[in-house]
């Protein structure tokens, strides 16, 4: 039989399926549909191997209002408060993850907000282009105790001893928690918007004056409560925000990226370079060592030697940053903007790649040496957890001071691996450690540059 008979034969036994236009369509979805799913799949197989996770670093929350946000305060982890215009006042209860819409003390604007460390968390006072309001009930109710306005900051120490700055340039102080307020014997140079006063150790205060005409800022200090001000600095530049982390170690920032330190109290200071150029309004001491200030566009900026050196940290939003708050470390903390929009970090802001390797789950614990090491200025750490837990993987300098926070979060069992950068820090051997609940280990590191 020849090859197209036998070719007659199999068409005969075996015909042609032809299938209408509709039978067609659903054999295309069907296909289609299937291939979806074998590509999602293999997504998740993937996945599940290597589980690429960035540690939350600086993130937006809920607040409730669009209006602009002038001052933000952390009163622990859990409780913390933020104020702005048309007498926005707002309270936390969850660590500033939502918030709630306190009442208004007033309907101006809001420029500052101080609550004393020395307190009980609920009692606090706000200055307005109105005057000076206190509450005694976290905002739920406000009494406004000094007419004398506009202040433009307001410093409580304590429950009784406060200061307030007005734009006329003067300063007023209470001893009795703010039912008199007096005017401060005090003949600035100048002291004409930018307005900041800060405590700097015990008696020692500091305040931050502008003269915008003259692109001047100076500085004026008292050791007795107040009682008597001196001209301390006078700068060359427009500063809006100062911090101290003891009582020789300062930094001042401010206009086009600014930023200047000083090693001896502010009778001298000298450039740091901050690598923006754009306006930094806003600076705190957070830890030993450790500085953080924001500006304007979203910018974002760290130090862990003192302000010595700056990182950039990521920030979601190019909005104008006005105030921040870091609580007791530099873990948790609360950045306040325009827009209403409030940032909040459980890291200190630090991004942190996170790699959890396979989905093997590892029978005890380990810390791994980093690789390489000694390195410049990026290495890789690796660690296994057997059980879910929360996690911290900090690194420490020779004297034991926190240089940096990469992990602070709650972490599923597995194997993982942590990049890395320390383009902030000065060369030298560090230590890092974990803790994962009752674990602990440390290992060290060198940085060379």
Same mark, same amino acid.
């Given at each position: 039989?020849?090859?197209?008979?036998?070719?007659?034969?199999?068409?005969?036994?075996?015909?042609?399926?032809?299938?209408?236009?509709?039978?067609?369509?659903?054999?295309?979805?069907?296909?289609?549909?299937?291939?979806?799913?074998?590509?999602?799949?293999?997504?998740?197989?993937?996945?599940?191997?290597?589980?690429?996770?960035?540690?939350?670093?600086?993130?937006?929350?809920?607040?409730?209002?669009?209006?602009?946000?002038?001052?933000?305060?952390?009163?622990?982890?859990?409780?913390?408060?933020?104020?702005?215009?048309?007498?926005?006042?707002?309270?936390?209860?969850?660590?500033?993850?939502?918030?709630?819409?306190?009442?208004?003390?007033?309907?101006?604007?809001?420029?500052?907000?101080?609550?004393?460390?020395?307190?009980?968390?609920?009692?606090?006072?706000?200055?307005?282009?109105?005057?000076?309001?206190?509450?005694?009930?976290?905002?739920?109710?406000?009494?406004?105790?000094?007419?004398?306005?506009?202040?433009?900051?307001?410093?409580?120490?304590?429950?009784? *001893? !406060?200061?307030?700055?007005?734009?006329?340039?003067?300063?007023?102080? /209470? %001893? =009795? +928690? #703010?039912? $008199?307020? &007096?005017? @401060?014997?005090?003949?600035?140079?100048?002291?004409?918007?930018?307005?900041?006063?800060?405590?700097?150790?015990?008696?020692?205060?500091?305040?931050?004056?502008?003269?915008?005409?003259?692109?001047?800022?100076?500085?004026?200090?008292?050791?007795?409560?107040?009682?008597?001000?001196?001209?301390?600095?006078?700068?060359?530049?427009?500063?809006?925000?100062?911090?101290?982390?003891?009582?020789? *170690? !300062?930094?001042?920032?401010?206009?086009?990226?600014?930023?200047?330190? /000083? %090693? =001896? +109290? #502010?009778? $001298?200071? &000298?450039? @740091?370079?901050?690598?923006?150029?754009?306006?930094?309004?806003?600076?705190?001491?957070?830890?030993?060592?450790?500085?953080?200030?924001?500006?304007?566009?979203?910018?974002?900026?760290?130090?862990?030697?003192?302000?010595?050196?700056?990182?950039?940290?990521?920030?979601?939003?190019?909005?104008?940053?006005?105030?921040?708050?870091?609580?007791?470390?530099?873990?948790?903390?609360?950045?306040?903007?325009?827009?209403?929009?409030?940032?909040?970090?459980?890291?200190?802001? /630090?991004?942190?790649?996170?790699?959890?390797?396979?989905?093997?789950?590892?029978?005890?614990?380990?810390?791994?040496?980093?690789?390489?090491?000694?390195?410049?200025?990026?290495?890789?750490?690796?660690?296994?957890?057997?059980?879910?837990?929360?996690?911290?993987?900090?690194?420490?300098?020779?004297?034991?001071?926190?240089?940096?926070?990469?992990?602070?979060?709650?972490?599923?069992?597995?194997?993982?691996?942590?990049?890395?950068?320390?383009?902030?820090?000065?060369?030298?051997?560090?230590?890092?450690?974990?803790?994962?609940?009752?674990?602990?280990?440390?290992?060290?590191?060198?940085?060379?540059?």
């Amino acid at each position: 039989m020849g090859r197209a008979e036998k070719g007659k034969l199999i068409r005969r036994a075996y015909p042609k399926v032809r299938l209408k236009k509709p039978q067609l369509k659903q054999v295309s979805e069907r296909t289609n549909q299937m291939k979806k799913f074998i590509k999602l799949t293999l997504i998740i197989f993937i996945i599940s191997l290597f589980h690429n996770i960035t540690i939350s670093q600086w993130v937006q929350t809920t607040s409730g209002t669009s209006n602009f946000l002038t001052s933000i305060t952390t009163i622990s982890t859990t409780i913390n408060y933020a104020a702005g215009f048309s007498g926005t006042f707002l309270r936390s209860t969850n660590s500033g993850q939502t918030w709630t819409t306190q009442t208004s003390p007033s309907a101006s604007n809001i420029n500052a907000i101080s609550f004393p460390p020395v307190g009980n968390g609920t009692t606090g006072w706000v200055a307005t282009v109105t005057g000076i309001h206190k509450t005694t009930n976290s905002g739920a109710n406000w009494v406004l105790q000094q007419t004398t306005a506009p202040m433009t900051d307001i410093l409580f120490p304590t429950l009784t *001893t !406060g200061f307030a700055l007005r734009t006329n340039n003067s300063i007023h102080k /209470t %001893t =009795n +928690g #703010g039912t $008199n307020f &007096t005017a @401060v014997n005090f003949t600035p140079n100048s002291l004409v918007g930018g307005n900041k006063i800060i405590q700097m150790t015990g008696d020692n205060y500091l305040i931050l004056g502008v003269d915008n005409t003259n692109d001047t800022s100076f500085i004026y200090k008292t050791t007795n409560q107040g009682a008597n001000w001196t001209q301390h600095s006078r700068i060359t530049g427009v500063f809006f925000a100062i911090s101290f982390m003891n009582s020789n *170690t !300062g930094i001042i920032c401010g206009d086009l990226g600014l930023a200047m330190r /000083t %090693t =001896n +109290g #502010g009778a $001298n200071w &000298t450039s @740091v370079t901050t690598g923006t150029t754009n306006d930094l309004v806003a600076i705190q001491s957070v830890t030993t060592n450790v500085f953080c200030m924001v500006g304007s566009s979203g910018t974002i900026k760290k130090s862990t030697n003192a302000g010595l050196n700056w990182l950039t940290q990521t920030c979601p939003v190019t909005a104008n940053l006005r105030s921040i708050d870091m609580f007791s470390s530099d873990d948790f903390g609360l950045i306040a903007a325009a827009g209403g929009i409030i940032l909040r970090t459980t890291n200190g802001g /630090t991004v942190t790649a996170v790699m959890q390797n396979g989905s093997e789950v590892p029978e005890s614990y380990s810390l791994g040496q980093n690789y390489p090491n000694p390195f410049n200025p990026q290495t890789t750490l690796s660690f296994s957890i057997p059980v879910q837990e929360y996690v911290q993987l900090k690194i420490y300098d020779l004297l034991g001071q926190e240089a940096a926070t990469l992990i602070n979060e709650n972490l599923t069992a597995g194997n993982y691996t942590v990049n890395f950068d320390a383009s902030a820090l000065p060369s030298g051997t560090y230590f890092y450690r974990l803790t994962s609940g009752r674990f602990t280990d440390v290992k060290k590191m060198i940085l060379i540059k």
